[in-house]
Structures are given as C-alpha cells and as structure tokens.
T-cell receptor, first 117, second 109 residues
Framework: GAVVSQHPSRVICKSGTSVKIECRSLDFQATTMFWYRQFPKQSLMLMATSNEGSKATYEQGVEKDKFLINHASLTLSTLTVTSAHPEDSSFYIC?????????????FGPGTRLTVL | QKEVEQDPGPLSVPEGAIVSLNCTYSNSAFQYFMWYRQYSRKGPELLMY????GNKEDGRFTAQVDKSSKYISLFIRDSQPSDSATYLCAMTSGYALNFGKGTSLLVTP
C-alpha cells in the first residue's frame, strides 16, 4: 500500500506553546489530506480536510484559528496546534486518498501523540 | 443515532478461530467501505476496501457488504495472536471517512 509519514511521532510541550505536525505522502501525490484526532479508546474524529492550493475545510466544532492547516505541496500538509492546552493532548493522525477524485482507498500516517503539560 | 455502529467488544477468541466483526450504518449514500486494523498507539492500517455488495477475499480476510441491509462484516480465518488489535470499519460517500468505534480483538494462544 501507499505510504504516509508523520513527524514528529511524539511531542511533549508546555501549555501555551504551538506545535507543528507534518504529514507527507511518500510515494504518491495527494491534493487532499485529512486530519483526525483520536482520544484513548475512542474512534477517529475528523477535524478538517486539507486542500492543496486552497483553504482547509473544518468540521463543526473545530476552531480553525487554533488548528492551523497548510497544504504546502502535493505531498505535504501541516497541522499547527496554536497555544496548546492540556485538553488538546491527543493522538493526531493524517490520511490521504491514493487517487485524486475521492472514493478510493485512504492511507493513514502512523500518528503523532501530543502531550501538553 | 450514529451513522456507523460497531460493537466495541472486547472480543476474545482462541488461536485458530474464525472471527466475525460487524458494522451497521444508516446512511444509504455510503458506497465505499473499508476495514482498518489499529495496533495500540499506531495509525490505522488498511486491510480491505470494497465498493460493491458481496464478498471480497484477501488471504485470511474476507469482507462482506450487504447494502440492502446496510450491514458490513469482516471475517478472519485461522486467527493468530498477532491479529490482536482494534478493528475499525469506515465508510464514505465521497472523501471523508465515517468510522465505527472500533472492536477490540484479543486472540489467545
């Protein structure tokens, strides 16, 4: 299957700082990527859809000013958690569909575990 | 009512057993169905992808979709301890995936 990487895999930061998470499609191009958040023993919750060359689309209840998304190229999307607080501690995972146009397999990155002290 | 329902388990079976995992859904617009396996603290790994009613087989895994009943299943034959993980069903009518809660599976030696 296609490979999606994320960096860093784990980050611990102080409350009030900003954290940037990178998501890369390594062997295919992705005009769209998705960012999910997963709390312990819960399923994945879609936060936003990242679109190359245009603004991200956020799900209801997700603060766009807090979770900044930049789809810089066809292989890179970044999620920046601004002014992080302990309640932002979670497992953040990105995914990308293999082919443009949707309706096909989506591959996930390994996830980034964020802990805000 | 959630769009995708999945029994969270946990489900415990002996090694070699046939495992049956299921999801139901309410949105008839869902046309594409996936099963993912997720180990603890890891990203989901795509196991099966299907878009038509019927069965699709890949090794020890069989995905079954019944669109008329809005019901999908994943069967694992000859289960192994390494199959112990959380299994997530996911479905979509376009891009964004809608996930079930995941079923925790434990295969005991």
């Amino acid at each position: 299957g296609a490979v999606v990487s994320q960096h860093p895999s784990r980050v611990i930061c102080k409350s009030g700082t900003s954290v940037k998470i990178e998501c890369r499609s390594l062997d295919f191009q992705a005009t769209t990527m998705f960012w999910y958040r997963q709390f312990p023993k819960q399923s994945l919750m879609l936060m936003a859809t990242s679109n190359e060359g245009s603004k991200a689309t956020y799900e209801q209840g997700v603060e766009k000013d807090k979770f900044l998304i930049n789809h810089a190229s066809l292989t890179l999307s970044t999620l920046t958690v601004t002014s992080a607080h302990p309640e932002d501690s979670s497992f953040y995972i990105c995914s990308a569909p293999l082919l443009a146009g949707g309706n096909n397999e989506q591959f996930f990155g390994p996830g980034t575990r964020l802990t805000v002290l | 009512q959630k769009e995708v329902e999945q029994d969270p388990g946990p489900l415990s079976v002996p090694e070699g057993a046939i495992v049956s995992l299921n999801c139901t859904y309410s949105n008839s617009a869902f046309q594409y169905f996936m099963w993912y396996r997720q180990y603890s603290r890891k990203g989901p790994e795509l196991l099966m992808y299907t878009y038509s009613s019927g069965n699709k087989e890949d090794g020890r895994f069989t995905a079954q979709v019944d669109k008329s009943s809005k019901y999908i299943s994943l069967f694992i034959r000859d289960s192994q301890p390494s199959d112990s993980a959380t299994y997530l069903c996911a479905m979509t009518s376009g891009y964004a995936l809608n996930f079930g809660k995941g079923t925790s599976l434990l295969v005991t030696p």
